[in-house]
């Protein structure tokens, strides 16, 4: 990829309703780091525009005519293995956003993300990491640390003392703060305080990232028993 040109992260969107288009152009417009390359309605067309402006990230639709969000991500993918693609999601397309980010993508958004969600997804992705939506739910979640999407096959398994493996181990079953604080017996705050230290240490940007980089990297190896968001 070509990375950032004049200070700002190179931009292409596909999809094909113009209204969601036209309102994602102009929130990416407003913000000075990004500066948009091209729009494309379908996947063949967004393929070709990649080829010709050579961006570095891509927002893209799953569900488009012609050719989808999942054909044209496997074939970007491959010519180019660096591009950032997020995929662009409704509610309850958990399997294509599996579908997705197994050929290619390296995280989605729900369509009614907020703009600093957005924003930070493109950074996340530009910078070669994954971004997961906040809003993302337990199905998902598990569909995920399941499936052959594995962003972290390069990286080694960060060293985590046995606290900070429990409480990861206890956020990953669905443990509110107030119940892991009564279960190891310590107060809100210091929990609070582990679950924001262990993401740091982790680089992971929400609760989604840390369940799937704990499992992915093999630092925790148990069943998601109940997870939510």
């Given at each position: 990829m070509t990375g950032i040109i004049e200070n700002k992260i190179r931009l292409v969107v596909a999809d094909d309703h113009e209204i969601f288009r036209d309102g994602l152009r102009n929130m990416l417009?407003?913000?000075?780091?990004?500066?948009?390359?091209?729009?494309?309605?379908?996947?063949e067309e967004l393929i070709n525009i990649v080829?010709?402006?050579?961006p570095d990230v891509?927002?893209?639709?799953?569900?488009?005519?012609?050719?989808d969000g999942v054909q044209?991500?496997?074939?970007?993918?491959?010519?180019?293995?660096?591009?950032?693609?997020?995929?662009l999601s409704m509610h309850g397309e958990d399997n294509f956003i599996i579908d997705?980010?197994?050929?290619g993508a390296k995280g989605y958004l729900l369509k009614n993300?907020?703009?600093?969600?957005i924003s930070e997804a493109i950074f996340s992705v530009f910078q070669g990491e994954p971004y997961y939506c906040k809003t993302t739910t337990k199905n998902l979640t598990q569909l995920i640390t399941t499936s052959s999407f594995n962003p972290y096959k390069q990286h080694k398994a960060i060293e985590l003392?046995?606290?900070?493996?429990?409480?990861?181990?206890?956020i990953a079953e669905g443990f509110t703060n107030k119940e892991i604080a009564q279960k190891v017996y310590l107060s809100n705050r210091t929990v609070e305080g582990l679950r924001l230290k262990i993401m740091e240490k982790l680089d992971v940007k929400n609760i989604a990232g840390l369940i799937v980089y704990a499992f992915k990297t093999g630092i925790l190896q148990t069943k998601i028993q109940k997870y939510n968001v």
């Open positions: 417009l407003k913000t000075d780091s990004f500066l948009l390359c091209g729009e494309a309605v379908n996947g080829r010709q402006t050579k891509v927002l893209t639709d799953i569900s488009m005519p012609e050719m044209a991500s496997a074939i970007l993918h491959a010519e180019f293995p660096l591009l950032g693609i997020i995929a997705m980010l197994e050929a993300s907020s703009k600093d969600e003392n046995n606290r900070e493996r429990e409480i990861i181990k206890l």
